[in-house]
Each structure stands twice: as structure tokens, then as C-alpha cells.
């Protein structure tokens, strides 16, 4: 298997844009969980699904931030309109069945001027 | 807010076992004890979990405490390529509100 995949690996924007970041998650995967990570706050968790279904978005920082999850092998995090202080480092982690061992991608660094 | 505490940084000679430290004095009987690390420009990966007994599997292996209020890692023959920042994570049982706490962890350089 590929792993969890993400894209783009980079994204530079200019405030006010919309953001879309992509995931893969692996296949047969259960859960999917969307992470920020800043020097500042660390690794923050932001939504995670199971089977597709929102569970918990209570680290979406604000409506700016939505995500979807259409079926079991893709997921979006949107960012609209886009700020600097969104600028971060964006992880997609999915798991099996329990929401414990959690693989993650690459993560998508994006940059908010 | 986390439930553990590990020291800021650590360093460990190649080839010698880092054995890295986990305070969690406030666990509960059904909360496991959970190891990812991260590499630098990477995304965390998983390590090694455990509940009661002691855990080994091909990259590590996890000591806990009996009374369970601390653990520690350990990489037997650490390398330059366990340089990371390693986080302990207590996990609660699965819930409708399940969410890993992450901590700062401890940054691990591995010296040659």
C-alpha cells in the first residue's frame, strides 16, 4: 500500500483565497483525521470521521474551515477565505478500526501571505 | 490538556539503547499508553502501545511501571535515523469524543 497520500505537499496563497487540501487515506482505513501542527500550538487535532460520518469537529478553529468526506478513499480540508495565521503544517492520519494506531501522510505546508 | 510529561531533550550515543522517559500519574485502570515519533519535515509514526504488561515489536520495546504512573521507551541500538521528537500519548478508551492529546515530547538527537 501507498500510505496515507496528500496534496499538494506545498501551497502558497495570498490572504483572502480559498484552500483546498486533499487526502488519500489507506485503503480499508475506518477512520480518517484531519491535524494541524504549528511551532506554537503543536500537533492540534481538527475533525476526524468514521465510515465517511463527521465525529467530532471541535478543533475546527472557525467556519473558515470546512472539510467533506464524499466516500472512503477521499477527503477535503478547505480553508475560505484563507489567513496568515492559517499557515501551518496540515496532516491526514487514517486507521483501521479503533481510533488508535493512526498512519499518517506527508502533510501539506501551506503558507498564508 | 496533555496527560503526560517527558523531559524537553535527550541525547544518546549511536549504537547505545535510548531509553526515553514518560511520566503518567494520572492514568486510568483502561487507558493505554501509546509511542509515535517524528521525524524532522515528516508526519508523526507509530511506535509501540501497551496497557499493563511490557511491549516489544521490531523497532521497540515499551516498559510500564506496575502501578502504571510511568513508562519508558527504548531503542535497543539507537541510529542517525532515530533522531526525532517522540511522543508519549495516553489514550482513552474508544468514545464518541476519542481524541489524542499531544504533548510537546521529547526531542531525541542521536550523536555519532
Known amino acids: 500500500d501507498a500510505g496515507v497520500i496528500q496534496s499538494p505537499r506545498h501551497e502558497v496563497t495570498e490572504m483572502g483565497q480559498e484552500v483546498t487540501l486533499r487526502c488519500k487515506p489507506i485503503?480499508?482505513?475506518?477512520?480518517l483525521f484531519w491535524y494541524r501542527q504549528t511551532m506554537m500550538r503543536g500537533l492540534e487535532l481538527l475533525i476526524y470521521?468514521?465510515?465517511?460520518?463527521?465525529?467530532?469537529d471541535s478543533g475546527m478553529p472557525e467556519d473558515r474551515f470546512s472539510a467533506k468526506m464524499p466516500n472512503a478513499s477521499f477527503s477535503t480540508l478547505k480553508i475560505q477565505p484563507s489567513e496568515p495565521r492559517d499557515s501551518a503544517v496540515y496532516f491526514c492520519?487514517?486507521?483501521?478500526?479503533?481510533?488508535?494506531?493512526?498512519?499518517f501522510g506527508p502533510g501539506t505546508r501551506l503558507t498564508v501571505l | 490538556d496533555a496527560k503526560t510529561t517527558q523531559p524537553t531533550s535527550m541525547d544518546c550515543a549511536e549504537g547505545r539503547a535510548a531509553n526515553l522517559p514518560c511520566n503518567h500519574s494520572?492514568?486510568?485502570?483502561?487507558?493505554?499508553v501509546y509511542w509515535y515519533r517524528q521525524i524532522h519535515s515528516q508526519g508523526p509514526q507509530y511506535i509501540i502501545h501497551?496497557?499493563?504488561?511490557?511491549e516489544t515489536n521490531e523497532m521497540a520495546s515499551l516498559i510500564i511501571t506496575e502501578d502504571r504512573k510511568s513508562s519508558t521507551l527504548i531503542l535497543p541500538h539507537a541510529t542517525l535515523r532515530d533522531t526525532a521528537v517522540y511522543y508519549c500519548?495516553?489514550?482513552?478508551?474508544?468514545?464518541?469524543?476519542?481524541?489524542?492529546?499531544w504533548g510537546a515530547g521529547t526531542k531525541l538527537i542521536i550523536k555519532p
Open positions: 492520519a487514517s486507521s483501521l478500526v479503533a481510533p488508535d494506531t493512526q498512519y
Open positions: 485503503s480499508g482505513h475506518d477512520y
Open positions: 470521521f468514521n465510515n465517511n460520518v463527521p465525529i467530532d
Open positions: 494520572t492514568i486510568s485502570g483502561n487507558e493505554y
Open positions: 501497551g496497557l499493563k504488561n511490557n
Open positions: 500519548i495516553v489514550r482513552p478508551p474508544m468514545d464518541s469524543n476519542y481524541q489524542l492529546i
